[in-house]
């Protein structure tokens, strides 16, 4: 196991709602990234967090936020959900700085807009 | 265009086969390349990194062609718990941080 953990492990919402999402690192790790997978696709970069700062973004709208903590984990916040939000959010630690660093996984949140 | 593409599939092989995949990417800046494999409703896992010289990890090798942008692995003696979603992966190089980019996924299928 990779020691990254993520809760829930799955939500259901309706549109318009907010959710939070939420990653525990791996021990040592200082960088959490999120990424969206809708079905049948791969992961999507949303955004990466760096010693508490945002340290790159992908093409999501601003209603997707985030933030990081001293512990270094983090949360996913998204508002007013659509229902093309539904998908398997996953995210990634690694020890930054690195370039090549490696990624891990935590086992992701499903979640379902209705 | 997408940034990394690869052939979806499916592959269906029998046992014991050789299956190889393909991939292309387009940013001529990113550095490190990635397989990780993806299991039915699972997160995906680092099944190797990918470097010029080329790389074997037991029955997988993986390639890298830096003036094609052009990706492989190659999977020998096939098992039935190779079955799985095979997702080629870039380090991005035109976005802040370390963002990795994947392609869609190509879906293996090995039988008895």
């Known amino acids: 196991e990779t020691g990254v953990t993520q809760s829930p492990t799955h939500l259901i919402k309706t549109r318009g709602q907010q959710v939070t999402l939420r990653c525990s690192s791996q021990s040592g790790h200082n960088t959490v990234s999120w990424y969206q997978q809708a079905l049948g696709q791969g992961p999507q970069f949303i955004f990466q967090?760096?010693?508490?700062?945002?340290?790159g973004r992908g093409n999501f709208p601003p209603r997707f936020s985030g933030l990081q903590f001293p512990n270094y984990s983090s949360e996913l916040n998204v508002n007013a959900l659509e229902l093309d939000d539904s998908a398997l959010y996953l995210c990634?630690?690694?020890?930054?700085?690195?370039?090549?660093?490696?990624?891990?996984f935590g086992p992701g949140t499903r979640l379902l807009v209705l | 265009r997408k940034e990394v593409e690869q052939d979806p599939g499916p592959f269906n092989v029998p046992e014991g086969a050789t299956v190889a995949f393909n991939c292309t990417y387009s940013?001529?800046?990113?550095?490190?390349f990635f397989w990780y494999r993806q299991d039915c409703r699972k997160e995906p896992k680092l099944l190797m990194s990918?470097?010029?010289s080329g790389n074997e990890d037991g029955r997988f090798t993986a390639q890298l062609n830096r003036a094609s942008q052009y990706i492989s692995l190659l999977i020998r003696d096939s098992k039935l718990s190779d079955s799985a979603t095979y997702l080629c992966?870039?380090?991005?190089?035109?976005?802040?941080?370390?963002?990795?980019?994947f392609g869609k996924g190509t879906t293996l299928s090995v039988s008895s």
């Open positions: 992966v870039a380090l991005g190089g035109n976005q802040a941080g370390t963002a990795l980019i």
């Open positions: 990918v470097y010029s």
């Open positions: 967090y760096y010693r508490e700062e945002e340290n």
């Open positions: 990634a630690s690694s020890h930054g700085g690195a370039y090549q660093e490696t990624q891990y």
């Open positions: 940013n001529s800046a990113s550095q490190s």
